[in-house]
T-cell receptor, first 114, second 112 residues
């Protein structure tokens, strides 16, 4: 079945450091890939997405590129801020016909210290 | 901004009580989902619906039940709450195809 594996946290970085959160997936067909962010006490918000191989999703300084050859979708940001402290979820969505399945990774907690 | 709402945000209730968690969306999405999120953050799909009068159980077995009488409304009910039901419950919806899901803010349930 489908699966998403992301690096375990927590990840602690100093402000302005470079961020990478690794995500790899296993799925048949051509899934869409997503990164969601969850701030404390909130639901998940879509951060960025990519729908086909070599697509790059970007938002708020975060980027991720859909790499089909390595089945990866690593999240990167060049300079993190304290306000980026949150839990980040990698996810894939795959469907055919009326059926759609969304699979989430286990989440990576990021803490950015001043 | 996503138009999906969950009420209540927080609920503390005694063992044995019946509760209903509300979820409504105004985006006209056919697909709706309920996830249970444990303290370790992992999300577990417990119910989903592909449209009115369609409900299915998810990957994680749950004693809760759901109904989908209207497109915009997807309530979750626990007939008899237990402390093991203490968790955060997240509702989501999506359009057809491999599109993103939109999440509500969640209901944090505590059963004492």
């Amino acid at each position: 079945g489908d699966s998403v594996t992301q690096m375990e946290g927590p990840v602690t970085l100093s402000e302005e450091a470079f961020l990478t959160i690794n995500c790899t997936y296993t799925a048949t067909g051509y899934p869409s890939l997503f990164w969601y962010v969850q701030y404390p006490g909130e639901g998940l918000q879509l951060l960025l997405k990519a729908t086909k191989a070599d697509d790059k999703g970007s938002n708020k300084g975060f980027e991720a590129t859909y790499r089909k050859e390595t089945t990866s979708f690593h999240l990167e940001k060049g300079s993190v801020q304290v306000s980026d402290s949150a839990v980040y979820f990698c996810a894939l969505s795959r469907g055919s016909g009326g059926y759609q399945k969304v699979t989430f990774g286990t989440g990576t907690k990021l803490q950015v210290i001043p | 901004e996503a138009d999906i709402y969950q009420t209540p945000r927080y609920l503390v209730i005694g063992t044995g009580k019946k509760i209903t968690l509300e979820c409504s969306q105004t985006m006209g999405h056919d697909k709706m989902y309920w996830y249970q999120q444990d303290p370790g953050m992992e999300l577990h799909l417990i119910h989903y619906s592909y449209g009115v009068n369609s409900t299915e159980k998810g990957d994680l077995s749950s004693e809760s039940t759901v109904s989908r009488i209207r497109t915009e409304h997807f309530p979750l009910t626990l007939e008899s709450a237990r402390p093991s039901h203490t968790s955060q419950y997240l509702c989501a919806s999506s359009q057809a195809g491999n599109t993103e899901a939109f999440f509500g803010q969640g209901t944090r349930l505590t059963v004492v």
